[in-house]
């Protein structure tokens, strides 16, 4: 294997920084060899360049041989041809310089800020040169898969992660449960933030199913029983399918806001001065201005009511028939028994995970209307206690990470500006809360907040206003879409923003065996078993 | 290595030898050399041919009446004396020194140099570099340069130990040389393609 890297492949013929350069292989070196994705290093004059090969073509000196070729039983020209008049080529985008300076050797690999030049030797990356751009499995760096075709791990920084909103990204099918799965299963084991996961189909509590496998996984309860704990939306269901929870959630009608009812404007039909009308009537009737609505009879008093308030009589009726569609999902109640919000603040607070199940209850309706809901007056809570311990200078809350799935539901357009995952989405990490979006169709989602997410990772996308909205503002983004186009159906995806060096095409870690099990409950136990032990050799 | 003929016209690019026995030429495209005091120098046979001595006077057709060539010449003896055998080469190295240079030589052989042809194994040391196919490719002579590269390769694929190797790797070589001119290539490929 070291042998076939370090051998030269091929030199650099043209290029240029924005657009990269163009390599012209070895006559060695054959074109079906190459793969779209794999890294390659560029020695340089003064530096050494990494980069990625993301496109291959077929060249020709002399156009005359397209249109006369030699005949396919004369070998004897194809092979003089080969390489001389006809050759390969590759194109690669130069993302990193590497050793050869000072400052690359003290900072380690700095952006690419010219091309290498003419005639410069290019070679397959070698595991050293990985290791040296994306560094090893430690403390603060999670393993989530391997490049392409090799064997190093990749591993993700995840505190740069931590620092900002996130976003995975992909067709449904290609992995994105799967791979989320595993992110958070990383964030509880590395990361020092705690999380709220809106879990809306089932499959991050307690255990997941994973299509190929045909079985179930575990999931993060399963892993980490003492820092997790599983509030659930439909006590039943989760009694059916053998989960413990440690929580029903309820939400009383008093708990609901005008902002929530503006949020499911889509998914109720309502008409916009349905929405409007919710306003005035929570400034009327005050907190349980749900329940008075609905109590109103079709009355000439009601009547009146409406007019003098400006809202039309069938403004009013299709506000009531939205109303009446809340009303009948199972977990809303009049009155809550116990504070659902606050139960969830006390677990975060003490650092244990906590995952929101959904149970039966899979419509958007009850996802937008929980996970919006919730979330703001987590948010709330968020933003008091963060102001307040900045005024008396203390540590402020632990950093939280709400996960939510459909992602365009609560962040299109329309909406952004009323959800408040819109709102934390902008804001960053000013109240420690930040968001990680799971979504089939990133092109709905608004672009601010798109280009609000420090990294993204994606998998298999084939529709082009999807590829676009995800690659905005990526440098070499043409390039890129080459290889998120060619990117396998499953367990393939491409990462790139904050958390790593430069874009990087990866094979997803394989769990789902009793050793890889293994791996993620031991992490931290094993290394502090191991310091004892060296201790104990010094006594 | 034989002696074959005598050095009648010398310049940088070339000369013209005239063959001691009538009829008796090196090959078309073959590798021949020039003895000089302190160096040799190499050239490849570029044409070839058989006339009267005297410009002037033009051999006559006696063989009407002859039943073959042979008793042409032998009723007419005088005729080895009347005719001679020349052939032009073109210069594409020389050696000095111990080493061998492959372009034009600094001086051109002196009239009445002794013209050889080249054994075996000197073909096969000058054949490691192929640089001198660029001066039969550039030059302008009266032989197409397609065919004489082509008579060439094929003459020293002879004498190689793997003459397909050879074979192809002349015509990587040839490939850029000429530029990536398809149909040139093509011309000499199709000449010196071993035929199975």
């Known amino acids: ?539 | 290595m034989v002696k074959i003929g005598e050095v009648i016209e010398s310049t940088t690019t070339g000369f013209i030898a005239e063959a001691y026995e009538l009829y008796e030429l090196p090959v078309f495209g073959s590798l021949v050399k020039v003895v000089e005091l302190d160096s040799e120098i190499f050239g490849i046979v570029c044409q070839a041919g058989t006339s009267s001595i005297e410009p002037g006077r033009r051999p006559i057709a006696r063989g009407k009446d002859a039943p073959s060539q042979e008793t042409v010449y032998e009723t007419n003896p005088q005729l080895l004396k009347l005719l001679r055998s020349e052939f032009n080469v073109v210069n594409v190295g020389y050696q000095s020194g111990g080493k061998i240079y492959q372009y034009l030589p600094p001086k051109p052989p002196r009239i009445h140099a002794f013209v050889h042809t080249c054994d075996a194994d000197e073909i096969k040391t000058f054949s490691q570099s192929l640089d001198f196919l660029g001066i039969l490719t550039i030059e302008n002579m009266t032989v197409p340069a397609e065919e004489l590269v082509a008579a060439v390769l094929r003459e020293m694929s002879r004498v190689q130990d793997d003459p397909q190797a050879f074979l192809v790797a002349a015509g990587k070589s040839l490939t850029s040389m000429l530029g990536g001119d398809y149909q040139r290539l093509r011309a000499i490929l199709g000449r010196i393609r071993i035929q199975k």
């Open chain 1, 1 to 539: 294997m070291t042998d076939i890297e370090s051998k030269t492949m091929g030199i650099v013929v043209s290029g240029s920084v924005e657009k990269g350069v163009e390599v012209r292989l070895d006559t060695q070196s054959s074109v079906e060899d190459m793969v779209v994705g794999r890294y390659v290093t560029i020695e340089g004059k003064k530096r050494r360049f990494f980069g990625m090969i993301t496109d291959i073509s077929l060249g020709v000196t002399d156009e005359a041989i397209m249109q006369t070729p030699p005949d396919t039983s004369d070998r004897f020209t194809a092979e003089v041809l080969d390489g001389t008049a006809t050759f390969g080529t590759l194109h690669v985008l130069p993302m990193l310089t590497i050793g050869g300076d000072a400052v690359s050797i003290v900072e380690g690999p700095q952006p690419v800020k010219t091309v290498p030049s003419h005639f410069s030797r290019v070679k397959l990356a070698s595991e050293q040169d990985m290791d040296l751009v994306f560094g090893q499995e430690d403390e603060q760096r999670f393993w989530i898969g391997n490049p392409l075709d090799m064997e190093t791990k990749l591993c993700l920084n995840l505190e740069e992660l931590a620092k900002r909103s996130n976003g995975i990204f992909g067709k449904s099918g290609t992995g994105k449960t799967f791979l989320t799965r595993l992110l958070l299963i990383g964030m509880l084991q590395k990361s020092k933030a705690v999380n709220l996961i809106f879990d809306m189909h089932n499959e991050y509590g307690w255990e997941g199913s994973s299509e190929s496998a045909g079985r179930k996984v575990k999931a993060l309860k399963q892993l980490f029983p003492e820092k997790v704990s599983v509030f659930t939306l439909d006590e039943e269901n989760s009694r059916r399918r053998g989960v413990s929870t440690d929580f029903t959630v309820r939400i009383g009608f008093d708990e609901i806001e005008p902002e929530d009812i503006a949020l499911l404007k889509q998914t109720l039909n309502l008409t916009e001065p349905a929405t409007e009308a919710v306003y005035q009537l929570r400034r009327r009737f005050g907190r349980d201005w749900m329940q008075k609505s609905l109590d109103l009879s079709d009355s000439e008093e009601t009547k009146n009511l409406l007019q003098q308030m400006n809202i039309h009589e069938s403004t009013f009726q299709n506000l009531r028939r939205g109303l009446s569609t809340i009303r009948r999902l199972p977990f809303i109640v009049p009155h809550a028994p116990v504070d659902a919000v606050k139960s969830i603040l006390e677990y975060l607070d003490r650092g244990i995970n906590v995952v929101l199940e959904f149970g039966r209850h899979r419509d958007m309706t009850a996802y937008v209307l929980v996970a919006n809901m919730l979330a703001r007056r987590i948010y709330s809570r968020y933003q008091e206690k963060t102001e307040a311990s900045m005024a008396a200078n203390l540590a402020s809350p632990m950093p939280l990470i709400i996960t939510i799935e459909e992602a365009h539901k609560f962040l299109n357009r329309e909406v952004a500006n009323y959800t408040i995952f819109g709102t934390i989405a902008r804001e960053m990490r000013k109240y420690n809360v930040t968001l990680l979006v799971i979504d089939q169709r990133p092109s709905a989602i608004d672009e601010e907040v798109m280009s609000q997410l420090g990294t993204k990772i994606t998998c298999l996308l084939d529709n082009e206003k999807d590829i676009d909205s995800v690659l905005a503002g990526v440098s070499g983004k043409n390039e890129l879409k080459t290889v998120l186009a060619r990117l396998a159906p499953k367990q393939q995806a491409l990462i790139f923003g904050h958390a790593v060096p430069m874009p990087v095409p990866i094979k997803t870690r394989e769990w789902g065996s009793e050793a890889s099990y293994k791996e993620f409950s031991s992490g931290r136990d094993s290394k502090k078993r191991a310091e004892k032990d060296i201790e104990e050799l010094f006594d």
